[in-house]
Nanobody, 118 residues
């Protein structure tokens, strides 16, 4: 019912910035909270940031004060502004959406690669 498409990934030097976007389509009114996760090679997928429909945000300690998640409900788009990037931020970043419905699996985007060099 919901499709998520990420964009904005790429190559950047340490201390640089990137802005990721996640556009949702389909049954967008069924979406509750959304967020960003990331997974580096050989590592577990980890939470980066989440935002509720009411725009309450949560950040992993590793990105706190550097990343900002925001949501434009009119455009059905979630953003992740990443500043002061570090090499350890290198990963595939995935957009996530939680449905309002009971016992419905989360929706996931295809992922976008972020590579930070130093």
């Amino acid at each position: 019912q919901v499709q998520l498409v990420e964009s904005g990934g790429g190559l950047v030097q340490a201390v640089g910035s990137l802005r990721l976007s996640c556009a949702a389509s389909g049954s967008i009114f069924s979406i509750n909270g959304m967020g960003w996760y990331r997974q580096a090679p050989g590592k577990q997928r980890e939470l980066v940031a989440t935002i509720t429909r009411g725009e309450t945000t949560h950040y992993a300690d590793s990105v706190k004060d550097r990343f900002t998640i925001s949501r434009d409900n009119a455009k059905s788009t979630v953003y992740l502004q990443m500043n002061s990037l570090k090499p350890e931020d290198t990963a595939v970043y995935y957009c996530n959406a939680k449905p309002l419905g009971y016992a419905i699996d989360d929706y996931w985007g295809q992922g976008t690669q972020v590579t930070v060099s130093s």
